[in-house]
């Protein structure tokens, strides 16, 4: 199928975008297209303007500063993951972007697309979430920052203003020392993920794990943070156990129904195993010099 007839804008700057925004009834942001225009060709979304963001150089960058690395919306995700400044600040980033879709998607997919998206089964949504990223946003009345536990409010929705465009997301830089993992489980490579979970942990002179952060997709109508399961490793020795109990207290987070794809017992089950895997590697990576 072919879309229904838009008018389309080009702008290459900034301010004109958010201009041709604030002027239109029914626009949409086009930024890579890898999800846009298939919704747009299957008819899903009909809107009048289509703005292609594609010439804004300034929503292009990524650089550390500040203890976090910075990265503008029209970032390819493909640039991130090979760019070795953000790898050697959050290892993390890159292992979570492996597991998105395959190289020619993230050739031209954005990051400010993806998060702008909010699939639940998405792994850069989880990524922000569970890192308590920051997102930016920008409309006609200037900037404000959206932590990532504001940003997502449902499945494909967003506390973006129908006027504001993602301008930027902020991930931290991971402590020295600090261990960090990304693992999912689809049924083919590139698939959306049945689940995935993202975790970093910290370990203290004592031995006992002074800081861990936990988040998973595919189990809920947003990116989930498992903060029981925090609550649970934060204080305790990192051992086999503490983890498989992890993985067990987590499959109460899960919240979606059965689906086309699966039942909920099963993601359920999938989750339990993702989060014992996820913390048992992060754990071989604590101390480990970067
Ligand atoms: C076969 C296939 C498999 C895939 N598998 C996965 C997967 O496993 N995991 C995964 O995470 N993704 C997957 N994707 C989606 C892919 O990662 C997309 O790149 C991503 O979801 C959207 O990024 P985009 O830059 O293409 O955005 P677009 O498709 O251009 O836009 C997506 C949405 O975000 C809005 N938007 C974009 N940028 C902005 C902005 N700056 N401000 C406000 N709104 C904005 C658009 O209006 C649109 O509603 C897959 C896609 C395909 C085609």
């Given at each position: 199928m072919k879309p229904s007839s838009f008018r389309y804008a080009v702008p290459t700057t900034l301010r004109a975008a958010i201009d041709i925004r604030a002027g239109a009834e029914d626009s949409v942001i086009l930024a890579g297209g890898q999800s846009l225009i298939p919704t747009m060709n299957f008819r899903l979304a009909n809107p009048e303007v289509v703005i292609d963001?594609?010439?804004?150089?300034?929503?292009n960058y990524l650089r550390v500063s500040g203890g976090m690395v910075r990265i503008g919306a029209m970032t390819r995700q493909r640039v991130v993951e090979e760019n070795t400044e953000a790898l050697a600040a959050n290892p993390l980033i890159r292992e979570t972007l492996t597991n998105v879709a395959h190289p020619a998607i993230r050739n031209r997919g954005t990051v400010g697309g993806s998060l702008a998206h909010a699939?639940?089964?998405?792994?850069l949504p989880t990524l922000l979430t569970t890192m308590r990223g920051v997102l930016t946003a920008q409309g006609p009345s200037g900037r404000r920052s959206i932590p990532a536990s504001e940003f997502f409010e449902f499945i494909f929705t967003?506390?973006?203003?129908?006027?504001e465009l993602l301008v930027e997301a902020a991930v931290p830089v991971l402590e020295p020392g600090e261990g960090w993992a990304f693992t999912e489980f689809a049924r083919r490579h590139g698939d959306y993920a049945v689940a995935g979970v993202a975790a970093t942990l910290r370990v203290g002179p004592d031995g006992l794990i002074s800081h861990a952060r936990l988040g998973a997709c595919g189990i809920s109508t947003v990116p989930a943070l498992l903060t029981d399961c925090e609550d649970l490793l934060t204080g305790q020795a990192p051992t086999a156990e503490l983890f498989a109990a992890a993985g067990r207290l987590a499959?109460?987070?899960?919240t979606v129904s059965d689906d086309s794809a699966t039942t909920k017992a099963y993601r359920q089950h999938v989750l339990a195993g993702l989060v014992d895997r996820t913390l048992k590697t992060a754990m071989t990576r604590v101390g480990v010099p970067r």
């Open positions: 963001l594609r010439k804004l150089d300034e929503l699939d639940p089964s998405a792994e967003t506390s973006l203003e129908p006027d499959r109460d987070a899960v």
